[in-house]
């Protein structure tokens, strides 16, 4: 979902002078890091903690057709756990072109969640696709059916991925139309199920992941918590499908409550 950084241009130089400037002492150049600030890029070789050093820029000072998921992107990495602020959409800005950038970087987020599941999701260890005793059917298929855990997520982003890029529903990323909420409310349904799936049945891989992220240097990345608080002020899902307990003190009563409304299957 993320553009790919455009290819640095090359500078003829005089070759009686160095190709670079002077080494910086993590091995880059004066002159590349210069380069990379002004065109705010991160140049080969570049170490994690070097990553994105460069200064939140006003969402009207960006010149470019995917303006507010750079300025989204710029926001996660500056605070990741000031959700309410990251949910709030910017001053001028369409709501629904808001929620619309938020839902793509959902998404491709997830999809790091599903790598780091993929050794262990096997079809062997969870040939069905559950969240505690719900049990969904995979509804990217002409009739729904059964998939097995791994199948069933990887479809699911796919499917989202597809939809979210489909200029019949999305013909601009300045306005969306307000007839694809119903198309943002299905995307929010069952990508929690993704969410759900690693907190009941790879709990210690759902763990992991919340606390390390490659768009955040901090050490939790409150993913989870910004799509919950994201859906629930948009009613992109319902209460009573929100099955992951809000704290580790509601686990008890929301495992009851949750065993007397989800013994039954559900499909799309």
């Not at 969240?131 to 002409?142: L, Q, R, S, V």
């Amino acid at each position: 979902m993320l553009m790919e950084t455009k290819e640095q241009d090359v500078f003829k130089q005089d070759p009686s002078k160095p190709l670079h400037g002077s080494l910086t002492e993590d091995g880059a150049t004066q002159q590349d890091a210069s380069l990379a600030h002004s065109r705010l890029r991160n140049l080969p070789g570049t170490k994690d903690e070097k990553l994105y050093q460069w200064p939140q820029r006003p969402l009207e000072s960006i010149e470019s057709a995917f303006a507010l998921r750079e300025y989204l992107q710029a926001l996660i990495r500056q605070d990741p756990h000031n959700v309410d602020l990251l949910i709030t959409t910017p001053s001028g800005q369409d709501e629904n072109a808001w929620l619309y950038e938020h839902l793509c970087q959902i998404c491709l987020e997830l999809n790091y969640l599903i790598v780091h599941l993929e050794p262990e999701c096997t079809p062997e260890v969870c040939p069905e696709m559950r969240a505690e005793e719900w049990k969904y059917y995979c509804a990217t298929h002409p009739t729904p059916r059964e998939c097995c855990a791994i199948d069933y997520l990887t479809h699911t982003l796919d499917w989202a991925s597809a939809m979210l890029n489909n200029v019949k529903f999305f013909p601009s990323r300045i306005c969306v139309p307000e007839g694809a909420i119903k198309n943002f409310q299905s995307i929010a349904r069952r990508s929690y199920r993704i969410f759900a799936h690693a907190y009941f049945h790879h709990r210690d891989i759902f763990d992991a992941f919340e606390a390390s992220s490659r768009y955040t240097q901090s050490a939790e990345t409150s993913l989870y918590e910004r799509f919950v608080k994201l859906s629930r002020a948009r009613q992109l899902i319902t209460d009573k499908l929100i099955i992951i307990p809000s704290s580790v003190s509601d686990e008890d009563s929301a495992n009851v409550d949750s065993r007397q409304i989800m013994a039954r299957s559900r499909e799309e």
